[in-house]
Nanobody, 121 residues
């Protein structure tokens, strides 16, 4: 069955960096877009923050452009999110999701369980 599992979250100081991983299984990663989303406490889910594809240029939302970098290793069935220059407002649960029709649309069909990122001094 299709599974996505996030890891790498934690507590980091403002200005710091963190790398999240999204381990996938149950499908051929090369053939699918994978996106990152987030949900801050008391707020609606935001995203996609970025989307990775094997065949198309990545997408970045303005809120993370220049600070976050999405990448993938199809051989390891894993997608990464490198987050730099983190701000307290980046605090959220981060989710990865499969985006099967990228770049035509950003709809997602399978989601991971999320990983908590807290940016605080």
């Amino acid at each position: 069955q299709v599974q996505l599992v996030e890891s790498g979250g934690g507590l980091v100081q403002p200005g710091g960096s963190l790398r999240l991983s999204c381990a996938t299984s149950g499908f051929t990663l090369e053939n699918y877009g994978i996106g990152w989303f987030r949900q801050a406490p008391g707020k609606e889910r935001e995203g996609p923050l970025c989307i990775s594809s094997s065949y198309f240029s990545p997408y970045y939302a303005d809120s993370v452009k220049g600070r976050f970098t999405i990448s993938r290793d199809n051989a390891k069935n894993t997608v990464y999110l490198q987050m730099n220059s983190l701000k307290p407002e980046d605090t959220a649960v981060y989710y990865c999701a499969r985006v099967p029709y990228y770049p035509s649309n950003y709809e997602s069909d399978y989601w991971g369980q999320g990983t908590q990122v807290t940016v605080s001094s």
